[in-house]
């Protein structure tokens, strides 16, 4: 027996069977879950909870009836999954901010704008829409091939028949097993528009069809700000980006003064966190044109704006707020669906369209096959109904005497299996109707509609009408002029592009920073005495720099590491306090010191000089750090890490060293450069011997340093002049003994 058992077992690689499952969940994943298909523009999940809505007859005139009712029957009968996967997907359905056309009328809280979740499904109540119906219009035509459900007791649509363009009306966004869609709304009367364009000239360029559908159509609406060439390039490919920017106009107020109202955010941005985010730029000086932010927002979205300043243009204001925070946002367009081929792709909107009709006219066809194999059946019942009517005597009595009348009655007046089945179940009160004339005119109706529907089945052109009229009826309903159907989201390609900056708009005030040994700075209002500080400092921690600055100006800080980073004065905290931790502005390390703090002035020039006598001169201008993470300016290590940056001002350099040894050269043998490691100023012969201190001076000025008697001159400096990268000569008769020049 256990010899049976062990022939039995199936050896396979681990590293095999894992890529075999994964590749069979990644395949359910997209097509089963994730992406929608290009033909209805819907995925499992939505096209099963319309379905269900459809068998429990919850149309546009129904009563609402509770979610909890359609979840539980999508949940037994379609869908084996979670319960908050399917209410989840119903929401939003329902959701007028995030579908275009909504196919969910919903009663009840069904969230809102402000990311406020919904109310459970036992509270919310549903029914569906106009659109809903469009979409399943001829379900029950054999239009579309049904499958079975997950347990085969009943069957579900593969994919809904109506000729509502839902992929591009509604979008749809998902994430699969590497790859992901996300697919933007449209306005339904442009992209019907698109369709006739396409029935007409199906070669039609992606720049025709853009100039029947600009763009997207948000259901929050705001301004797309993409010129045309931009908008046709993200539509021949599938992919790309859309700019747009919030809605807002202007309101005056008393004295001259005005405030600015938003009234459309971007689609997809959450109002709240908008909010929250723009509040915390106002506060951190980010936005210093920008006063206050006051949401008024009640159903329609009004956010108010107060400027710093009535003389602040209002358009350089919303330019900086455009440009600093989501109130412009790039929707990343990824036309990434599933094929009629059951294969996920990305499209362009050619591929998409001639899908949708190659579609439209499949179940064109199978909806005038459906109506032929009726009329054939009908007529054949109709045949039979005419000879009871000439023949009601004769039917009644054999009817009455004979024990197998259905077979007598087809070999007496020769029927068939169906017309004598008809007339058999045709109720006495219903031979009133069998009327000559009556059965006559509909045998006529009928074979005049199944010419028709031969014609059209024969004729592409008259298939191409049939779809075209399709179109147009739908145009109709969802007419621009209509409240659902008008454009929300307006192109407006001209936008100037207007470059702020937001310094100038800066009150200009003197300050004095104060930088401690820890990193913890501040700023003082007014330029206070630097010899008469008196401050306060954390225990431990003590003064390290102080300077004058003005609110405007950037303030620099050269770290150990040889990285500068810029600070706006403007934005620093009060000395009321101990201040904040730079660490906490900028991404300096831990370890790291900062060696000097200075206003930058970007038509200076600095020599930057690391702690073991290497050094150059760096231009202001490449000294102005864009981010938090600095700018690399000195190569340095560990043992040689930066030690000092001074404005020059001279023309000759002056260097002390550990060494006791002085050296003054030329200003000009010190190269200028953008970054590097630098070149030997002075030498120096043990790595215990560093620089003190280096200052630069004109040599018509002479050479002197400072100390707290006063100024030192010396008449001959000339014994210590030499070369760069030379040793220097013993520091001269009084020259202090910390080696510093002084301030």
């Known amino acids: 027996m256990a010899k049976e058992v062990v022939e039995k077992i199936d050896s396979q690689q681990l590293a095999d069977a894992l890529s075999t499952r994964y590749l069979s969940y990644a395949v359910s994943t997209i097509v089963s879950r994730a992406?929608?298909?290009?033909?209805?523009?819907?995925?499992?999940?939505?096209?099963?909870i319309l379905y269900s809505m459809l068998r429990q007859k919850l149309s546009p005139s129904a009563a609402f009836r509770k979610c909890a009712t359609v979840v539980g029957d999508v949940l037994g009968h379609y869908h084996p999954h979670g319960d908050s996967s399917v209410y989840d997907a119903m929401v939003r359905l329902a959701q007028d901010f995030s579908v275009r056309y909504p196919l969910i009328d919903g009663q009840g809280n069904f969230g809102n704008i402000d990311g406020?979740?919904?109310?459970?499904?036992r509270y919310t109540e549903s029914k569906m829409t106009d659109a809903a119906m469009l979409i399943m219009d001829g379900i029950d035509e054999d239009s579309v091939d049904m499958m079975p459900n997950f347990d085969g007791t009943t069957v579900e649509p593969v994919v809904m028949p109506g000729a509502f363009p839902n992929l591009l009306a509604n979008g749809g966004m998902g994430i699969a097993v590497g790859m992901a869609t996300n697919i933007p709304t449209h306005n339904v009367a442009e992209v019907?528009?698109?369709?006739?364009?396409?029935?007409?000239?199906?070669?039609?360029?992606?720049?025709?069809?853009?100039?029947?559908?600009?763009?997207?159509?948000f259901p929050t609406g705001g301004v797309l700000i993409d010129d045309f060439d931009t908008i046709v390039k993200n539509y021949e490919s599938g992919k790309g980006s859309f700019r747009i920017r919030a809605r807002w106009e202007i309101e005056e107020l008393e004295r001259g003064g005005y405030q600015v109202v938003i009234t459309e955010i971007p689609y997809g941005i959450i109002k709240s966190k908008l909010m929250e985010q723009i509040g915390e730029m106002v506060d951190a000086k980010k936005l210093p044109l920008i006063d206050d932010i006051v949401d008024e927002s009640t159903t329609d979205v009004r956010i108010?704006?107060?400027?710093?300043?009535?003389?602040?243009?209002?358009?350089?204001?919303?330019?900086?707020?455009?440009?600093?925070?989501?109130?412009?946002?790039?929707?990343?367009?990824?036309?990434?669906?599933?094929?009629?081929?059951?294969?996920?792709?990305v499209m362009g909107i050619r591929d998409v369209l001639l899908e949708f009709i190659a579609h439209q006219k499949n179940v064109l066809c199978r909806r005038s096959r459906w109506r032929l194999a009726n009329i054939e059946r009908r007529l054949e019942i109709l045949g039979g109904l005419l000879v009871v009517y000439l023949n009601l005597d004769r039917v009644i009595e054999i009817i009455r005497t004979e024990d197998e009348p259905k077979a007598v009655l087809m070999d007496e007046f020769k029927l068939t299996d169906i017309q004598v089945e008809s007339i058999l179940n045709t109720r006495l009160r219903a031979l009133r109707k069998l009327e000559e004339m009556e059965i006559r005119r509909e045998d006529k109706n009928l074979r005049e509609e199944r010419e028709q529907l031969n014609a059209l089945l024969d004729s592409a052109e008259i298939q191409n009408n049939q779809i075209k009229a399709w179109f147009a009826d739908i145009k109709k309903q969802y007419d621009k002029k209509t409240a659902l159907g008008r454009r929300r989201t307006t192109w407006a390609p001209e936008t100037e592009e207007i470059i702020v900056n937001a310094d100038e708009f800066i009150e200009k005030e003197p300050l004095t920073i104060i930088l401690s040994n820890m990193g913890w700075i501040r700023a003082a209002k007014g330029h206070l005495d630097l010899n008469a500080l008196d401050l306060k400092f954390k225990e431990g921690d003590e003064l390290a720099f102080a300077f004058h600055a003005m609110s405007t100006d950037k303030i620099n800080l050269f770290g150990s590491s040889g990285r500068m980073f810029t600070l706006t004065a403007n934005d620093l905290p009060s000395a009321r306090g101990f201040g904040e931790s730079v660490r906490m502005m900028a991404d300096i390390g831990a370890e790291e010191n900062i060696v000097a703090a200075f206003v930058l002035n970007t038509s200076a020039k600095y020599l930057v000089v690391s702690r073991h006598g290497n050094g150059?001169?760096?231009?202001?201008?490449?000294c102005v750090a864009q981010t938090r993470t600095g700018k690399q300016v000195m190569n340095t290590d560990d043992k040689n890490p930066a030690a000092f940056c001074i404005t020059v001002t001279g023309d000759t350099v002056a260097m002390s060293g550990s060494n006791d040894k002085l050296l003054i050269f030329p200003l000009a043998e010190i190269p200028e450069m953008i970054r590097g490691k630098g070149v030997i100023l002075q030498k120096y012969n043990a790595e215990r011997t560093y620089v003190l201190d280096v200052m630069t001076f004109n040599a018509t000025d002479g050479f002197g340093w400072t100390t707290g008697r006063g100024t030192t001159r010396l008449d001959d400096w000339t014994p210590w002049t030499g070369k760069r990268?030379?040793?220097?000569?013993?520091?001269?008769?009084?020259?202090?003994?910390?080696?510093?020049?002084g301030k």
């Not at 006739?196 to 763009?215: F, N, W």
């Not at 150059?616 to 490449?622: C, D, M, R, S, Y």
């Open 35 to 48: 992406l929608p298909d290009v033909r209805d523009g819907l995925k499992p999940v939505h096209r099963r």
């Open 192 to 217: 019907c528009d698109a369709l006739t364009l396409m029935v007409d000239k199906p070669d039609s360029t992606t720049a025709q069809i853009c100039r029947k559908m600009i763009g997207p159509d």
């Open 304 to 345: 108010v704006i107060t400027p710093k300043s009535r003389n602040i243009p209002a358009d350089k204001m919303m330019a900086h707020l455009f440009a600093m925070t989501d109130a412009e946002y790039k929707f990343n367009m990824n036309f990434n669906v599933i094929d009629s081929r059951g294969a996920p792709r």
């Open 725 to 741: 990268a030379t040793q220097g000569r013993t520091i001269p008769v009084g020259f202090p003994r910390s080696g510093k020049f």
């Open 616 to 622: 150059f001169i760096v231009a202001g201008e490449n």
């Open 116 to 121: 406020d979740p919904q109310a459970a499904y």
